[in-house]
């Protein structure tokens, strides 16, 4: 927010676009395939306008509908595939280093997952379905240059069978959850992270470079979380599985300098079902009812001792 006392009070105020949505399709002659991105695009700009709230003067607004139409116009300017990050990068600058009233700008875009789909196990040169997970970036540019760059992955749905367990947690006369060394583990994963650039000069320039790096990323938080392929790995809790999760992502990262995840703990219920005849279904870790609410809620974020956060 741009802060700021106005007429004897504090005033706070930004205004900017949400979801703008913008597809782009690159033709690449080289090796004859279509690229395709799909982006929504949210803006929000910290700008000196005060005028226009308090004295019905909008000398000094960049109109929210000109901010969607950039949005198109920078689309256009992109020649190559580039990154969710470049791209909100791009559009943040934009704005900073073109309007004079502009301080700051916020640039936060979700990437739908469209992916290249195979036919005859070949991939096909202009055929994609959706996928599930979302990319999701997000760039704070100052007029100074000074960059905050956000990534992230939202709705990684994630599964294991078996391999987790909860036990030792308080009990009491409300308490009934039995303690387990043996129970389903299901997951919606939210991640953040922050990339330790900060400032526009010092972001890499390889193309597609954060693109591979979230990847990189979320297969690190993908195989921490189910272990090797034969033995997987126990889970004492989500807690302990989701800083596992987070302390990989930044031994393994030194550009992160900060890891957020929120992982709902989604229950699947054991089945037991009886009658005044007997049992009808009894429960051996084989049947189950899976639920969406209520779920547990987990989160917890990991930065450097030496991070400015
Ligand atoms: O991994 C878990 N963490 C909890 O905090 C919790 N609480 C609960 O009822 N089941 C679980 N499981």
Known sequence: MAKEVVEGFNFEQRHGKDKVRVARVWKNKQDGRDYVVEWRVTINLLSDCVNSYVRDDNSDIVATDTMKNTVYAKAKECLEILSVEDFAIKLAKHFTS?????????????????????????????????????????????????????????GLSLLKTTKSGFEGFIRDKYTVL?????????TEVTASWRYSYESLHSVPQKPLYFSEKHLDVKKVLVDTFFGPPNVGVYSPSVQSTLYQMA??????????????????????????????????????DDVYLPTDEPHGSIEASLSRFSSKM
């Open 247 to 284: 302390k990989a992502t930044l031994n393994r990262f030194p550009e992160i300098s900060y890891v957020q995840l929120k992982m709902p703990n989604i229950h699947f219920l054991p089945v037991n079902i009886s009658s005044k005849e007997g049992q009808i279904v009894k429960f051996e």
């Open 98 to 154: 073109f309007y004079k009233q502009v301080t700051t700008a916020i640039v936060s875009i979700v990437e739908k997952p469209w992916e290249r789909i195979n036919v005859d196990g070949q991939p096909h040169e202009h055929g994609f379905k959706l996928g599930s997970e979302k990319h999701k970036a997000e760039a704070i540019v100052q007029k100074s240059g000074a960059l905050q760059l956000t990534s992230g992955i939202e």
């Open 178 to 186: 039995p303690e387990t060394r043996e129970r389903m583990l299901a």
